[in-house]
């Protein structure tokens, strides 16, 4: 029998459809390799329609993973396949992050955890403000309403083209949250602390809208969940204007961390290291 370190050692992935442009290999590679651990963690392209087998070849054992992250289009269905998805998930009804123990599929969201980490290693301090307006009511910022809630804010704005989306995210998330249209956005502002774009505004060098910043508190810090390019149009306006900011790129780092520790046994740290190789990496393909 084959019992090579190489054999042993636990495998993980990402799954998703498309996948093959996902940095996590990368990020997880980096943390393997300057830890010194055995083990691997690959991109793995599933179809929706293959999913459901991908899943039970898991929870089986037959594929060999111990865990993996998920990401478009499968969270949700990933939170309805795990035998123990956590609070978290439940409430957000989908999962970024699996593993395998006691026999069982675990799973969780670390979606908003990656967020708050994000903030408060290049921003501390940003959560001293209780109103945080969100733009955006998308898949993308649920785990962001989330946090922002559980981190203390007593009010959230949360504004978007289509006010009933954004209302559906007030009914989820709680009297804390409300919903409003674009046209609200100057008036929600005042006396805000936190600005967070959770839209696709500004990603790949696309034009975004002239925003006005200045009803935001002195001090406050703009954020967005986009991070190609590093600096959003949406960021650049923002630090015109005088506002601190806080790029996306870190979000995607800190999401997964609590993975890495589950699938590998050690916790890793997000450094500039990783930072500036993932960096890199986004220089190489634009």
Not at 148 to 172: M, S, W
Request: no cysteine; proline share 5%; net charge negative.
């Amino acid at each position: 029998m084959d019992d090579s370190r190489e054999t042993l050692a636990p495998k993980a992935f990402v799954t998703g459809y498309p996948v093959k442009h996902s940095r996590s290999p990368l990020i997880h590679g980096h943390w393997l390799h300057q830890l010194g651990l055995a083990g691997s963690y690959r991109a793995h392209e599933v179809s929706v329609e293959d999913f459901p087998a991908f899943i039970t070849s898991l929870k089986d054992g037959t594929n060999g993973f111990v865990g993996g992250n998920v990401t478009i289009p499968h969270k949700e269905l990933a939170f309805k396949s795990a035998d123990r998805p956590d609070e978290l998930s439940k409430e957000l009804g989908a999962s970024n992050t699996l593993w395998l123990e006691d026999g069982l599929l675990h799973a969780t969201n670390t979606d908003g955890r990656g967020f708050t980490a994000n903030l408060d290693e290049r921003h501390p301090g940003w959560d001293r403000s209780g109103r945080a307006v969100i733009l955006g009511a998308g898949g993308a910022s649920r785990a962001i309403i989330q946090a922002v809630r559980d981190r203390g804010f007593k009010e959230i704005h949360v504004v978007n083209r289509t006010v009933a989306r954004a209302q559906e995210l007030a009914d989820r998330f709680g009297e804390r949250v409300h919903a409003h249209p674009m046209a609200a956005l100057g008036e929600v502002m005042q006396g805000a602390g936190l600005f967070i774009n959770t839209t696709s505004l500004g990603m790949d060098g696309e034009a975004a809208p002239h925003i006005d910043f200045s009803p935001l508190v002195k001090g406050a810090v703009v954020t967005d969940i986009v991070y190609v390019p590093l600096k959003t149009p949406l960021l650049a306006q923002a630090e015109e204007q005088g506002f601190a900011i806080v790029d996306g790129l870190g979000m995607l780092l800190h999401q997964a961390v609590p993975g890495f520790e589950k699938w590998f046994g050690k916790r890793p740290v997000v450094d500039e290291a990783l930072r500036a190789l993932i960096v890199a990496d986004m220089d190489k393909h634009k």
